[in-house]
Nanobody, 122 residues
Framework: QVQLVESGGGSVQAGGSLRLSCAAS??????FGWFRQAPGKEREGVAV???????TYAASVVGRFTISQDNTKNTLYLQMNSLKLEDSAMYYC??????????????????WGQGTQVTVSS
């Protein structure tokens, strides 16, 4: 069973950058993703990556966020640049067992981290 632990959240001014990390253990073949949830809003997919390195992004973050994975360190990353106020949310790392096809649907993911808060201020 996979375990996921996020880190790297914090407060940043608009236009700034943050890099989130997710340490994964106990997995063999998963689709990994980053999701976020702001107060009063539904959880939404931000970016996902499969075992072959294929990726997909939410339209709102294309060109600003980059998802990557370091298999030697069993770590997933989300590099976030040009942050906007609307990027403020709790960010979650997630894994979908045995899935290859890319999807941003939270319901496809069965394993979740505890989340890390990202706050963007003006």
């Amino acid at each position: 069973q996979v375990q996921l632990v996020e880190s790297g959240g914090g407060s940043v001014q608009a236009g700034g950058s943050l890099r989130l990390s997710c340490a994964a253990s106990g997995y063999s073949w998963y689709l990994f993703g980053w999701f976020r949830q702001a107060p009063g809003k539904e959880r939404e997919g931000v970016a996902v990556i499969n075992r072959y390195g294929a990726t997909t992004y939410a339209a709102s973050v294309v060109g600003r966020f980059t998802i990557s994975q370091d298999n030697t360190k069993n770590t997933l990353y989300l590099q976030m640049n040009s942050l906007k106020l609307e990027d403020s949310a709790m960010y979650y790392c997630a894994a979908a067992e045995g899935r290859l096809l890319l999807t941003l649907l939270p319901t496809a993911f069965g394993y979740w981290g505890q989340g890390t808060q990202v706050t963007v201020s003006s």
